[in-house]
């Protein structure tokens, strides 16, 4: 169970240094959903759902420099918000609506 513990965080920890993060945060990878974000004065919010589904979650985006926490790479971005606690949203760049 150690060697597999460590080929997590070693892995958690490489994947977060891909996205310029400094410290650890949970993630939910979520690369199957339909996500959106939306600004409502002032706060950015991520709107994701399931496909095939109408039940739409949101999450606050936490701000970073003043701007939401969203890092985009070629094929899925980062998002950082709060879903009652704070998580790392790894999603799917083709699925955003």
Known sequence: MRHELSAY???NT???KLFGCESALP???LTNVEWRIQE???VSFLHYRH???DDELVSVIINKDSEP???PLSDVS???AIDCIRFAFILNNELRR
Do not use: P, Y
Request: proline share 0%; aromatic share 4%.
């Open 9 to 11: 965080i070693d892995a």
């Open 14 to 16: 490489k994947l977060l």
């Open 27 to 29: 993630i939910r990878v």
């Open 40 to 42: 409502n004065e002032g």
């Open 51 to 53: 496909k095939g589904t």
């Open 69 to 71: 926490w969203v890092t």
């Open 78 to 80: 980062l998002v950082v």
